[in-house]
DNA sequence: GATGCCAGCTTGTATGAACAAGTGGCCCTC
DNA sequence: GAGGGCCACTTGTTCATACAAGCTGGCATC
């Protein structure tokens, strides 16, 4: 399926260790075993199981075959990045609604996340999402100035902002950069996801970005506890997630 | 510093791109130049530079010319794994209390995720910890039965756990797993951390591995809110965050 | 039977070469 | 001036090889 050599290795592997072809905790054949069962050199094979190692699938260090850590797929960028393709492939009938859409001068913050001039102007949106029919996030975003036109045409019961534009402005994200910590809901939370006012909610704050570094977005997510996990798989070789200190701490 | 080559390149181009001498959003050199400066071969700095990119301090893509994307260096895996490891590189005073060590048998969940038989003896620990004199965190840990003496031989006032077992009993983490979330304060956590019952909490609980892949705790963090925040940085090449239905959901 | 050592296996690091694929800027044309 | 096409440059992929470093299991020893 994926088009170079070593993707197409590394699929074959994970299907192998999904199947239970590979056990949980067994060990992996040898690189030059797979090498020579792949008709491929052992750099391509090392590239293959690298993929693995990062996707926290199996375990490596020097000297001792490679470990079986999990069998299930670590989900993609795109899914972790638009909550549309995270739903749709959880199988969860996802349907969202945009409450507000205005233009505004942006505050010190947002310029600063964008990348942007203070006081140049922004896309504001308010976003009430749905599972099942049920409210679980509210979203509020700041659109920078050179992507708000593709996001004032769309309908207001757009699925997938991020879709949309990338179908149809070519605007594609690429990198993405994650803050999440814990909040107490405030009075707009508390009415528009039917919970008490005060009640934890999870927030996960986003700044998207384009193949070219340009900031597309910075956004303010906030589920209704409960109805989201988020998942992070680390090792001593790769650490992605970081911890830092809040207001409450350095103040 | 970095005992190997790539890394040692690795190291200089953080502390460049960390200087400012290749600014925020400029682009790198490319991989010729940086071989031909380092006396390196092509393949070398690409090690160098795949490092980087996947602690999300440059961006990459082909036929453009890297792009520096963020300045910061990211932490260790050993810091987000230990509380106290990350609490000293912030230069924040952590100091620990266990107020409850038992053992008793495990429950069906601890089991499944200790890859314990179920019914057979964990070690309980209930902590409270402070930064700068304040109570941020309450953590509730199950060992697995092979290190439970090691942990039971520690005085009630031992800052790192994790560091202490690693140094005594050479169970040293290699690999972790992290559940991400937000719930609301139960009475025990509201009279340890000082806060109101039902205000929000973060909870962070994880799994911590030896490089074999046996599992060594599973541990229950519960973060007073505004205390911490975690930070994901993720790109269509790798996606180490996942984001999970919770039970109000999948219900 | 327990302990320690060693040889062979396995992963990590490094080099050099070659071709494929995508980008960006230059130049030419309309 | 706008647009399109071309080309040099850059990153991505793959190969073959060599040596370093760490682990495992079996053998010899005590």
Redesign the pocket.
């Known amino acids: 399926m994926g ?6 290795i590394a699929e074959a592997l994970r299907q192998a260790i999904r199947s239970g072809a590979h056990p949980l905790g067994s ?7 797979l ?1 020579a069962r792949w ?12 993929l693995l ?1 990062s996707e926290g699938l199996i375990g ?7 470990v079986v850590l999990r069998q299930e797929r670590r989900q993609s960028f795109q899914q972790l990045n638009s909550f549309a393709q995270w739903a749709r492939a959880m199988g969860c009938e996802v349907s969202s609604r945009i409450l507000e859409r205005t233009v505004r001068p942006a505050t010190d913050e947002e310029a600063a996340r964008l990348d942007a001039e203070p006081g140049g102007e922004v896309l504001y949106v308010l976003r009430l999402r749905h599972l099942d029919g049920e409210p679980v996030m509210v979203e509020r975003t700041v659109y920078a100035e050179w992507v708000a036109p593709a996001v004032l045409a769309l309908p207001e019961d757009c699925v997938s902002i991020m879709d949309s534009i990338a179908e149809r402005a070519d605007v594609v994200a690429h990198y993405g950069e994650h803050l999440i910590d814990a909040v107490a809901a405030g009075s707009e939370d508390a009415r528009l996801l039917r919970v008490r006012r005060a009640s934890p909610l999870l927030r996960q704050r986003h700044l998207t970005y384009t ?2 570094g340009r900031a597309i977005e910075w956004t303010d997510d906030r589920y209704r506890a409960g109805s989201v996990v988020f998942n992070v798989m680390n090792s001593a ?1 790769a650490a992605p997630l970081e911890r830092h200190a809040g207001p409450d701490v350095t103040g």
């Open positions: 088009r170079s050599r070593y993707e197409e060990r992996l054949p040898s690189e030059s075993d090498a008709g491929a050199s052992r750099g391509t094979v090392r590239q293959a199981v690298a190692v490596s260090r020097q000297g001792a075959r490679r193949a070219a070789a």
